[in-house]
């Protein structure tokens, strides 16, 4: 029983450490999917993801 709940303590650690960020904008498919990078990291890729203005296509909307 407490391998099962070791197990499953690694499992939620794994989860905090991948994420998936997007774009808001309907038509953009900008996405980027982070592992085991610091926290700082992960706001800064998030803000750049969230943030269309900085990722659009040139002559773009």
Do not use: N, W
């Not at 890729?45 to 269309?52: K, S, W």
């Amino acid at each position: 029983m407490h391998v099962l709940r070791l197990i499953a303590a690694a499992r939620i650690r794994l989860a905090q450490l991948v994420a998936t960020y997007r774009c808001p904008e309907p038509d953009c498919s900008v996405s980027i999917h982070i592992r085991f990078t610091s926290a700082a990291e992960a706001r800064r890729l998030r803000a750049l993801a969230e943030d269309h203005s900085r990722h659009q296509p040139r002559g773009g909307k």
